[in-house]
């Protein structure tokens, strides 16, 4: 069983940075895949991005390529990511996600087994 916190959310203008921090619990952290995935009111819940575990592999959704980096720092337990130049586009909750292992489909929420509260993350124009 994992248990995911996330914090660093907030309201930022457009063009600005936020940190997206997500503490797991757990003594196999490194083992796990992690994943942000974000909703914004009426939508379904969308990949933004996946860390693979001991490896460090990264994937993006197409949107927030080379805006966003997803990170992780396993001997904290902890998965990050870090958000610049962001858009109102942008406005959702943000979860953390985890599944041990390999997921079948990195990019898909129901591959994970794990998720956290959620974060909300605004940007205004």
């Known amino acids: 069983q994992v248990q995911l916190v996330e914090s660093g959310g907030g309201s930022v203008q457009a063009g600005g940075s936020l940190r997206l921090s997500c503490a797991a619990t757990?003594?196999?952290?490194?083992?796990?895949?992690m994943g942000w995935f974000r909703q914004a009111p009426g939508k379904a819940r969308q990949f933004v991005a996946a860390?693979?575990?001991?490896?460090?592999?990264?994937y993006y959704t197409n949107s927030v390529k080379g805006r966003f980096t997803i990170s992780r720092d396993n001997a904290k337990n902890t998965v990050y990511l870090q958000m610049n130049s962001l858009k109102p586009e942008d406005t959702a909750v943000y979860y953390c996600a985890a599944k041990e292992g390999l997921p079948p489909n990195y990019a898909s929420r129901y591959a994970y087994d794990f998720w956290g509260q959620g974060t909300q993350v605004t940007v205004s124009s």
């Open positions: 860390i693979s575990g001991s490896e460090g592999r990264t």
């Open positions: 757990g003594r196999t952290f490194s083992s796990y895949y």
